[in-house]
């Protein structure tokens, strides 16, 4: 029995049942949240993954609060405005606002900048509050350590419990750093260490974040709640196949193709498939007519110093010809590029979970990924996909190597990983959600009238 408050995506709540307008209903004997405060400082829902800072935290919170508000929980997600003209809302769907909070100049700001901007955010989020009778959000829910530090101030002023989500956390990025990047500053280990003491509740992607945040940040135990991120099944399906996406995107029908799609910065380690596909062609040098190694992103991060150094990498290689650079695009065209690979190849020094693992297997994509994070358990090894130690381009080049040895092997897998990644629907995840809302509503209310125990 694990030591946690595990809500794993397997958990199904029943569907809600008809109720007067107004009256929450209840989910395990507890009171669910009619309304949540959402909080994104640093990326919007509303941008596109792939871009600057956005990337699976943005697609988790838009599924996220998409269903929650299809089982009858409002989401008002609060962002920072980055453009001129912005609306001050924008619904993102039936259930769902976006608002835009002026914190700081639209432009020139990188994530670093934003802790200066956290007082002027915070008091736009007081500002909207302000305008409704008090309880209007039953619950404050934050996303990555810069909205915790709003929603512990937010949560306090309004009387209502804190769920945070790190995404990632800087003391685990520190530990396993690619060459030539940056730590994460120890203003940021201990703001998230504020974070954790503050919360009345932590959700991990895996039961090894849960273990991370207990290790690396004393976090109590019984207020870990774990729960699997999810994937859109109706967007991400095999569909009509690898052969008609190759046909859409103008790629051979018979080339072996290991793609990279991700934001590009040393965390994600794309420089490392491109030393691989070298290698491939040194070892085979007949592959250079039938591969194309694919990168779908843009630059972010610490790779925006340099956003042209993967393209000059490739040149340096002697693999310019076959490497195709692609900029980022929308979920269902990231899905046709997901279809058309023979495998996806995420050699990632730290991932929460990685929500294109699950996305490229549930297209019929096998997965090459590293041994990190939550990896292990997006990707079934040697049954979806193969997971590698360390981070050697060699170690890569070997685990394609089979690929191109078996071309049997990538739809034999792909079916295997279509059926796995059926497992990690949003529904599910977004119920479980709702179970660790009305645990910390519930313990939230017994403190707040039995102050001393």
Not at 15 to 40: D, E, N
Not at 227 to 237: E, I, Q, T, Y
Not at 381 to 400: C, I, K, N, S
């Amino acid at each position: 029995m694990s030591q946690y408050v595990s809500r794993l995506a397997g958990t199904l709540v029943p569907p809600p049942r008809l109720r007067m307008p107004g009256r929450p209903r209840a989910i395990r004997g507890h009171r669910a949240p009619r309304r949540v405060a959402m909080l994104s400082v640093h990326t919007s829902p509303l941008h596109q993954p792939g871009t600057g800072d956005a990337g699976g935290m943005n697609v988790y919170i838009v599924e996220l609060a998409r269903r929650l508000a299809a089982i009858d929980v409002e989401v008002e997600i609060f962002t920072r405005t980055t453009a001129a003209g912005l609306p001050p809302s924008v619904e993102l769907a039936p259930g769902v606002l976006v608002r835009h909070v002026e914190a700081g100049p639209y432009g020139g700001l990188s994530k670093e900048d934003l802790p200066a901007q956290l007082c002027a955010f915070t008091h736009g989020v007081m500002r909207a509050w302000a305008g409704h009778r008090p309880g209007h959000y039953d619950l404050v829910h934050s996303h990555y350590w810069l909205s915790g530090h709003v929603g512990w101030l937010a949560a306090e002023r309004w009387g209502a419990p804190l769920v945070h989500a790190m995404h990632t956390m800087a003391k685990v990025k520190n530990a396993a750093l690619a060459a030539g990047d940056t730590p994460e500053p120890e203003s940021r280990v201990i703001g998230e260490t504020q974070i954790v003491r503050a919360s009345d509740r932590l959700i991990a992607n895996t039961d090894g974040e849960a273990e991370e945040l207990v290790h690396h940040y004393e976090a109590d135990p019984a207020r870990v709640a774990v729960v699997h991120p999810g994937v859109n099944l109706d967007r991400f399906r095999p569909a009509d196949g690898r052969a008609a996406a190759r046909a859409r995107l103008g790629l051979p029908q018979e080339a072996f193709i290991p793609l990279f799609a991700g934001r590009i910065q040393p965390l994600k380690a794309p420089d490392v498939l491109l030393h691989a596909a070298a290698r491939l062609l040194d070892e085979d040098p007949s592959l250079r007519g039938r591969m194309v190694v694919p990168v779908v992103g843009g630059p972010s991060g610490s790779g925006l110093a340099k956003p042209e150094g993967l393209q000059k990498l490739a040149a340096r290689l002697g693999v310019a010809d076959v490497v195709r650079f692609h900029p980022p695009v929308a979920q269902q065209g990231l899905a046709d590029w997901f279809r058309a690979a023979s495998v996806l190849v995420m050699p990632s020094h730290s991932e929460s979970f990685g929500l294109v693992a699950i996305e490229a297997q549930a297209t019929g994509t096998p997965v090459v990924a590293a041994s990190v994070g939550g990896l292990p358990v997006a990707v079934r090894h040697d049954e979806t996909g193969y997971l590698v130690d360390g981070h050697d381009p060699a170690d890569y080049a070997r685990v394609l190597r089979r690929f191109v040895d078996d071309p049997t092997r990538v739809p034999r897998m792909g079916e295997a990983a279509a059926r796995h990644a059926r497992s990690f629907g949003w529904e599910r995840a977004a119920s479980a959600t709702a179970e660790v809302y009305a645990a910390a509503m519930h313990e939230h209310r017994r403190r707040v009238r039995s102050p001393h125990g």
